[in-house]
């Protein structure tokens, strides 16, 4: 299993959220800084052997875990930027239903 911390304490609103993934999961210098860029992006994990649009390489079959610092934290002061982080995790997620050896995200708050 792999895993990834994102540092939401630097998470302030929807720019620094972009911000804050792009920088640790290495997204390319093209990332749109929305939420269907990010969908895209953390979809492409789903597809073994293809060139991924991150940093991050996770075997086949292998789940990403995304520990997530100052997650309550984020919750509290920003709701809306936690509920599209868990809304589009979910929506990439059951893309990955239907392909074999897909990894799924999953989301560790610490």
Do not use: Q
């Amino acid at each position: 299993m792999v895993s990834v911390e994102i540092d939401l304490t630097r998470v302030k609103d929807m720019d620094s959220f972009h911000a804050e993934f792009a920088r640790a999961m290495g997204f390319p210098d093209f990332y749109g800084s929305n939420m269907n860029a990010w969908e895209d992006c953390m979809s492409d994990l789903s597809k073994p052997g293809a060139v991924g649009m991150t940093k991050i390489e996770v075997p086949r079959g292998e789940d990403l875990v995304l520990v997530l610092k100052g997650a309550v934290g984020l919750r509290e002061s920003h709701p809306a930027v936690f509920a599209s982080l868990l809304n589009s995790t979910a929506h990439v997620n059951r893309g990955k239903m239907t392909i074999p050896g897909s990894s799924r995200l999953l989301l560790l708050p610490v």
